[in-house]
């Protein structure tokens, strides 16, 4: 079973810039498409963004260009640049393969103040 660790999270204000890390355990990261996910307290689990095994990536209109996803295949760790935050970008992250997805993480909470 991979498991999955996120980190990168905190506090901070609005329009400020988090880069979120997510590695994976194993040896198979590098063939997989990955996402990153978030909850915001009270609501869904949301995709927000993909990364395909050779880079291609695809967003959420919610973050769609202020957050970047990107991948080092040989550190086994997925990353998200997060810009431009705003409130109602605060939610727990957490990262998986697109299909079938592994066990969750413990995610990382991001907290944007106004």
């Known amino acids: 079973q991979v498991q999955l660790v996120e980190s990168g999270g905190g506090l901070v204000q609005a329009g400020g810039s988090l880069r979120l890390s997510c590695t994976a355990s194993g040896n198979i990261f590098r063939f997989l498409t990955m996402t990153w996910y978030r909850q915001a307290p009270g609501k869904q689990r949301e995709l927000i963004a993909t990364i395909t095994k050779v880079g291609n990536t695809n967003y959420a209109d919610s973050v769609k260009g202020r957050f970047t996803i990107s991948r080092d295949n040989a550190k086994n760790t997925m990353y998200l640049q997060m810009n431009s935050l705003k409130p109602e970008d605060t939610a727990v992250y957490y990262c998986?393969?697109?299909?079938?997805?592994?066990?969750w993480g413990q995610g990382t909470q991001v907290t944007v103040s106004s």
């Open positions: 998986n393969r697109d299909s079938p997805i592994w066990a």
